[in-house]
């Protein structure tokens, strides 16, 4: 148990500098003598980074061991919002993004691949929903420092000292993560190539699961404010509860389908969540206020156990053998669709802010769509 406080300790802090910019930016741009619109840039630097460092994350893992690979990154996040908070120009604001995407990305992949082999249903639910609790609590920490108008870089600075502090921890903790579960497989298992045909088709699979699930994550966070108050006609004041709320959501829904999905299995789980996510989608398709506020609330939910439930299972889709390194495409796969699909579906708002609701109800019947074949060519790669 003391173990999975600390991977949920080190999920919490991978929030941390994630969720910071969206509140900081309007006095971080002033500062910097920059346009509304180059906070995009920061989005694809951190990304990029991220996947480089997601790429890499096996061979560190097998060199440097869980633990000293997560104080490491603990401490590369610590001096990224250092560099952050002291940048004095939004180059060097952006070298920042790149240590900490490249923290991110370590630190997600070899948590997560931990996870899958070690954690039940219940624990990897705890662990990304503290990654929620975490994107929570620091845009609350940059409104506070606003509010008592001190700069915004002493947000940055004092997130930098939490940081630290992680850092500690998981320096004199490093010893409490075991090393790789060894796998006794059969001698066919042995004599059998490791990435077979059927393992590859179903690593790509689930690639794509995991790409339009993070998107509809991601496009249903950026866009339900502007869906709700321009096309729904919700008032701005409900309309920016619920999407502050979103993430709440998701907090709870990781929370309590985790716990079911522990008792009934992460399968049929994953089968509600789909099908919560259809709920959702017609629900938005009615575009009256009541319907779209409920569905956005359903979207929370349904997609809540999700991703960490198709990183828990895995092994059953691909093979024991390579669970790491599908875990960790599986990170970089999230990571694109969480930058490619919610551009999308803003493309399709520009013409009319009605169409996000058809846009995410084609992405739930994508959702449902994979999730199926998934299901049919689970046992294929064994």
Not at 263 to 287: D, M, P, Q
Not at 370 to 380: D, G
Request: hydrophobic content about 55%; aromatic content about 6%; proline content about 4%.
């Amino acid at each position: 148990m003391f173990v999975v406080v600390l991977a949920c300790l080190a999920f919490f802090s991978l929030a941390l500098p994630d969720s910071m910019l969206g509140v900081s930016w309007p006095s971080m741009r002033i500062d910097f003598g920059e346009s509304v619109s180059a906070a995009g840039l920061v989005p694809p630097v951190g990304i990029a980074a991220n996947l480089v460092s997601t790429i890499l994350t096996g061979r560190l893992v097998a060199r440097l061991g869980v633990g000293r690979l997560l104080t490491a990154g603990a401490v590369l996040s610590t001096i990224s919002l250092l560099v952050g908070g002291l940048s004095p120009t939004f180059r060097m604001f952006l070298v920042s993004v790149v240590l900490a995407g490249l923290s991110a990305g370590a630190t997600d992949t070899s948590l997560n691949a931990y996870a899958a082999r070690r954690f039940g249903a219940r624990k990897i639910n705890l662990l990304h929903a503290s990654y929620g609790v975490g994107a929570v609590v620091s845009p609350l920490i940059v409104t506070a420092v606003l509010q008592f108008h001190l700069t915004w870089r002493w947000a940055y600075l004092i997130v930098a000292m939490l940081q630290a502090g992680l850092s500690i921890i998981f320096l004199t903790t490093r010893r409490s993560w075991a090393r790789p579960v060894d796998v006794d497989h059969s001698r066919a298992d042995r004599n059998a190539p490791a990435w077979s045909r059927p393992v590859m088709i179903n690593t790509g699979i689930g690639l794509l699961a995991v790409g339009v699930q993070t998107g509809i994550e991601s496009s249903a966070a950026l866009w339900s404010y502007v869906f709700l108050t321009g096309a729904a006609g919700v008032r701005p004041g409900v309309a920016g509860v619920v999407a502050s709320g979103y993430w709440a959501t998701m907090v709870v829904g990781r929370l309590l389908l985790g716990s079911l999905a522990e008792r009934i299995g992460a399968w049929r789980v994953l089968g509600l969540s789909v099908g919560g996510l259809l709920v959702a989608a017609a629900l938005v398709l009615v575009s009256s206020p009541a319907t779209a506020i409920m569905g956005i609330v359903c979207f929370g939910l349904a997609a809540a156990p999700a991703y960490p439930l198709l990183i828990l299972t895995t092994a059953e889709r691909t093979s024991i053998r390579v669970v790491d390194q599908v875990v960790g495409l599986q990170a970089a796969a999230s990571s694109v669709g969480a930058a490619l699909i919610p551009p999308a579906v803003g493309l399709l708002m520009g013409r009319s802010l009605h169409l996000f609701a058809p846009a995410i109800a084609v992405l739930s019947a994508c959702a449902l769509g994979l999730q199926i074949v998934v299901r049919i060519r689970r046992t294929a790669a064994h």
